[in-house]
């Protein structure tokens, strides 16, 4: 795969994150609505979303290892690792909770990793990469 289009996935990998961590986000507020545990799907759904992050995250190593660096390399690098950690923290955090706090918890988490998400685009967007 070319470089070019490597930093053009990774660019655009962005809005397929945004939109499940967008959708889990709604989904969680409405579970706890319920207070139900969740159940496999939407946990399955998370894993996912996880799965979405640390894809993004290689990419990102990668364009670093070939030499491509982001505008803000330190601040990128940390949202990074923010996103990675944020749903396992989270997932931990809920195990011996009642059903509509672990909802929330997961709701929210998936909010801020919106934030997140965004904020890294701003540290190191395709038109901030210096070579």
Not at 15 to 22: K, Q
Not at 23 to 43: C, E, F, S, T
């Amino acid at each position: 795969m070319s470089m070019d289009r490597l930093v053009a996935l990774h660019a655009n990998l962005l809005f397929t994150i945004l939109a499940v961590l967008g959708v889990l986000a709604i989904w969680g507020l409405a579970g706890a609505w319920r207070a139900r545990l969740p159940g496999n799907l939407y946990l399955s759904c998370l894993a996912i979303g996880e799965l979405l992050l640390v894809s993004e995250a290689l990419i990102g190593v990668a364009l670093f290892v070939a030499g491509l660096r982001p505008a803000r390399p330190e601040l990128h690098i940390v949202y990074a690792v923010v996103a990675v950690a944020a749903l396992p923290v989270a997932h931990r955090y809920v195990r011996d909770r009642p059903p509509r706090q672990r909802w929330l918890t997961y709701a929210l988490t998936c909010v801020f990793l919106c934030a997140v998400v965004l904020r890294g685009v701003e540290t190191g967007s395709a038109e901030a990469l210096m070579g």
